[in-house]
């Protein structure tokens, strides 16, 4: 069966779309990717619902997926947007043939079979929508927090993990298959529990059990950043020196009423223990503005700290009134206009951060990941450093040396961009 899918939204939506590809490839006829719709039996577009600017790229996309489909061609709709909007959509959308919500990726087959095909009994694996050389595993779904921005634990539930065996199993079989980064997600990494095995226990043991090159984290909820979990990525040079802390805020009052369970001071002395357990390592944060009832004042105190601590990696937000949120309800909103001057204030200082620390780099030998030729010229390859992750940071651009792609290569550091690297293989 030829398959042609789109995933939108975030690294865990990634790993749904796998699943559900994964459970269509058990079936007598397999399965096989496609990136020409027209060829396709099947179309797959996985939504992200979680704010408006997502709900209406979702539908663009669903709409256009729709015009272009013809007669036998099966449309197939799933994900965060159908959790939130499922009734509507079915109303309003008579052209998708399959709604599927969150938490059951796998079960697209069956639906898929009530519509055309056969299904024999045997294990589904994911089906890779990211470079083989790269993949996501999830330790566990949905959120327990309750930010009250945020739609998430409405979307996806509360938090589950799952067992560890079961997270060891799937990183032998990717890494047997080529996998040489695996980036552990999860909507709050931090909350994983597992007959009582921690985060940094289930690490210890998937450095312990499993032979992936690299390890990288992403979604550590700063308030549940322990010394025990920052030791053990200390003592393993297997996990990237890479932390992605999302700290929304520094402002104590906005982050009460985010809902966020820790404040300035906590956050103050989260990144100078970061500092000097983890002293090589590189932090990205998330930061949103425009938060009902941030002043000047608060707003001056969040571009303080990141103008303090120098962040590696910044993403900067603007709030988003959502209905379901309790935040919708909070007064002080913030002029459109003036969230926007916020957001583009810290991302020009985070510019200058950026551009100071990746000219620190030069000179440095570096382990590099190849992914492939620049879109700029297919003279040069380029690769990530352990300190870049995947689709969010910057790349290096290597100018001199050969390798194959997925191939992790030693690399000297010799010049600097803005977000990017330039190196040569040695
Ligand atoms: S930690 Fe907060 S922002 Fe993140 S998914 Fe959970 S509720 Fe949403």
């Not at 408006?52 to 256009?64: F, H, N």
């Not at 979307?155 to 040489?180: H, M, Y």
């Not at 809902?259 to 990144?271: A, F, H, P, S, V």
Request: charged residues 25%.
């Amino acid at each position: 069966m030829k398959v042609f899918a789109i995933s939108l939204g975030c690294p865990k939506n990634t790993i749904d779309t796998e699943e559900a590809l994964g459970s269509l490839g058990s079936t007598n006829s397999g399965v096989k990717l496609t990136n020409n719709l027209q060829e396709a039996d099947l179309l797959i577009v996985n939504t992200c619902g979680f704010i408006e600017e997502a709900v209406s790229e979702s539908i663009d996309t669903i709409l256009a997926v729709a015009k272009e489909k013809t007669d036998g061609q099966i449309l197939v709709v799933m994900g965060c947007l159908v959790q939130r909007y499922g009734k509507d959509l079915k109303r309003e959308l008579p052209e998708v043939d399959i709604f599927l919500g969150t938490g059951s990726p796998r079960s697209l087959v069956s639906l898929v079979e009530e519509q055309a095909i056969q299904q024999v009994e045997s294990p589904c694996s994911r089906i890779l929508t990211t470079p083989p050389w790269r993949a996501y595993v999830k330790i566990s779904e949905g959120c327990s927090n309750r930010c009250t921005y945020c739609l998430i634990p409405m979307l996806r539930g509360k938090e589950i993990s799952r067992p560890i065996t079961e997270i060891v199993s799937e990183i032998n079989s990717l890494v047997s298959k080529g996998v040489k980064e695996i980036t552990l997600v999860a909507q709050d990494l931090t909350a994983y529990r597992n007959d009582g095995k921690t985060l940094a226990d289930l690490l210890e043991t998937l450095v312990e059990d499993t032979d992936s090159p690299w390890l990288r984290l992403l979604y550590l909820n700063p308030g549940k950043v322990n010394t025990k979990l920052l030791e053990t990525i200390a003592a393993n040079a297997v996990i990237c020196p890479y932390l992605d802390v999302p700290i929304q805020h520094a402002n104590t009052n906005i982050l009460r009423s985010m809902g966020r369970r820790y404040d300035n001071k906590y956050i103050e002395d989260l990144m100078s223990r970061i500092g000097s357990l983890l002293p090589h390592v590189s932090v990205r944060t998330t930061v949103m503005v425009g938060f009902p009832g941030e002043t000047e004042d608060d707003f001056q105190s969040l571009r303080n700290f990141v103008e303090k601590w120098e962040f590696d990696h910044l993403g900067c937000f603007i709030y988003s009134d959502e209905k379901e949120c309790a935040a919708n309800n909070l007064p002080g909103k913030v002029p459109p206009d003036t969230a926007m001057m916020r957001k583009d204030e810290i991302m020009s200082l985070q510019a200058r951060i950026s551009r100071a620390k990746k000219s620190d780099m030069v000179g440095r030998v570096e382990q590099v990941l190849v992914e492939g030729v620049s879109s700029e010229t297919e003279l040069l390859l380029v690769g990530r450093t352990r300190h870049q992750a995947p689709e969010i940071d910057g790349i290096v651009y290597l100018n001199k040396g050969t390798a194959d792609y997925g191939d992790i290569v030693t690399v000297k550091i010799t010049d600097s961009h803005v977000y990017d690297l330039v190196g040569e293989i040695i």
